[in-house]
C-alpha cells in the first residue's frame, strides 16, 4: 500500500490511518474524515459526496456502489485489476470507468451481469485473496484521477472517456472498444425518478463530515 513503512506496518496501523497521514503531510490544512467501516454503514457522510472512487474487489460491492452513486446523481469511478494466471508469465487486466447520470453504467458496457454476480456468489469462500499489484494500480489510480479532473475543471478540452481499459502486460491505456457500440445509447437500469434517492442540492459549504473512531 502506497504510504505504508515498516514501522506503520509493524503497528498494524489502519489504511485510512495511513492516508490520512500522508495528505495532512503533503497539505497540513486539508480536512480529513476518516471511517474504517463498510460504506454502507456510514451511508449519510458518503451520500454528500462530489465524487465517488471505487476500489472494491467483487463484482455485488460494485453493483451496490454504483446504485448507491446513481441513486444520489454522484459521480462513480470505478477501478479495478486482475492477475491472471497461476503462475509466471502472468496476464495483468485492469478498467477504469466513469458512471455518471444519464451515461452508461456498469450494466451498460457488460461489465456487470447476472451471470458474474452468480458466478461470483458460488465461489464466495473458495477463492483466496485477489493478488494486488503496485504499478498496475498506481496506473489506474492516476487515470482515475485524470477523468475526475476532466469531469469537474476546465484543465482539460476533452471529456472524459467512461470506459478505458488497461492491458498490464502491453503497459497501455486504451478507450474501450465498447464505447463505439454505445454510442446515442441510452441506459434503461437507473431510469425514471424512482431510481433516483433524497438528492440534496446546494451542499458546496456544508462541513466536512466527522470521522467515526
Ligand atoms: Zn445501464
Known sequence: MVGLDAAAAARKD???DVIRERILAIQPGAQVAIFAAPWQE??????FSDVIFGGVDSYRARDELE???RRFLIPYLDLGMDVHGDQAPYTITGQV?????EGPCLRCFGFITEHR???EAQRY???GGRPQVIWPNGTLASTAVGKFMQLVTPWSLNRPAFYTEYDGNRLTLMPSRKLQALQGHRCPH?????ALGDVVWGQA?????????
Open 97 to 101: 470507468i466513469l458512471s455518471v447520470p
Open 67 to 69: 446504485r448507491f452513486a
Open 14 to 16: 489502519r489504511k485510512v
Open 42 to 47: 456510514v451511508s449519510d457522510a458518503l451520500k
Open 190 to 194: 437507473f431510469d425514471g425518478p424512482l
Open 125 to 127: 469462500g473458495a477463492a
Open 205 to 213: 459549504d456544508r462541513p466536512v463530515p466527522a470521522s467515526t473512531p
Open 117 to 119: 454476480l452468480t458466478e
